[in-house]
């Protein structure tokens, strides 16, 4: 028996996002009322309720999802920048300890991965082993909520009401990370790793283990950049290049390559506007005036990382 099983956190994200779609489905100014109440009820659907639908009906909730956010039904609430009154007043008071319950996350996330699938009681195991990473995070995420509503003095309706005015805010953005994960094992399975592995062979010479580990982790950036998603583009490039060259050819070490590979498609989404969650979201949060404000500031950055990973990855891959 399970005492903590995943499907729990599953049926409680479902129950905020429902909140949601009640509070916007009420909401008589909202520009996109009635879209956007469907568009978080059938992801609440989703999400709650994945575990007793089929995956026809939950693939069919996935395209009535897209539909919904590739016709605009889906958009913020008129008032989405506003902010409580005296929020400014209480971050200039709480200044650093604001990050407490955000460091909590990861703290918990790791501690809990270590140490969960070892507790039991009455003969039953807390969490199961297989989804002892999922139920870490998930335990981090309501440990650091907690902590915030501890720290900020604010009880559960206001969590409620700012928690459901983010969410708005990144809107249908908020699914795209999983929708291309899906994409990229819709690609692999489709055997489009093997085409580009066919291209990569005609176009360069990669029996050099250096031009091997090159194609690898400049196809990990420049796919991640296409789809927006290193998840997406890590099963059709280590499929069509990693290993294929790097791993069956040259004998490189698949945990080596893969751990640095998916550092590679991170640089990639640094630098496109595909990753909508990361690059163009915080532009609407921060109410910034460039749209590529925050691309722009990571260019550098992912340069100078992506050509890091490519060296280590050479004096290591081959070698360990």
């Known amino acids: 028996m399970i005492l903590l099983p995943l499907e729990a956190f599953f049926v409680g994200g479902g129950l905020v996002l429902a909140s949601v779609a009640g509070v916007v489905a009420c909401d008589r100014g909202h520009p996109r009322r009635w879209g956007s109440a469907a568009f978080w009820l059938l992801l609440a659907i989703a999400m709650g309720g994945g575990r007793w639908l089929s995956e026809a009906t939950v693939g069919y909730l996935v395209l009535l999802l897209t539909l ?51 507790i039991t009681w009455n003969g039953g195991s807390l969490v199961n082993a297989r989804q002892l990473p999922q139920v870490a995070l998930a335990l981090g995420c309501v440990v650091g909520l907690v902590a915030a509503m501890r720290l900020t003095r604010e009880g559960p309706v206001t969590v409620a009401r700012e928690g459901g005015r983010l969410l708005q805010v990144i809107g249908w953005t908020l699914i795209l990370p999983q929708m291309l994960a899906a994409l990229g094992g819709i690609l692999g399975r489709a055997g489009v790793g093997d085409v580009i592995a066919e291209l990569v062979a005609a176009a360069l010479p990669v029996q050099d283990p250096l031009v091997a580990v090159l194609a690898y982790c400049g196809g990990m950036a420049a796919f991640t950049i296409l789809l927006g998603n290193a998840f997406a583009a890590f099963p059709v490039i280590t499929l069509g290049i990693g290993l294929p060259f790097v791993v069956q050819a040259h004998g490189g070490n698949p945990a080596v390559m893969g751990a640095l590979g998916m550092l590679s498609g ?55």
């Open 68 to 118: 919904l956010a590739a016709t605009r039904q889906v958009s913020a609430p008129l008032t989405s920048n506003a902010h409580p009154a005296g929020s400014t007043a209480r971050a200039t008071r709480l200044r650093d300890r604001l990050l407490v319950p955000v460091l909590l996350v990861p703290f918990v996330t790791v501690a809990g991965s270590l140490t969960l699938d070892r």
């Open 266 to 320: 991170y640089c990639g989404t640094l630098v496109t506007p595909m990753a909508a969650n990361f690059n163009l979201v915080p532009v609407r949060l921060l109410e910034l005036p460039d749209d590529w404000a925050v691309i722009r500031a990571q260019v550098p950055f992912a340069a100078v990382i992506w050509i890091f990973n490519v060296v280590v990855m050479y004096l290591c891959v081959y070698r360990f």
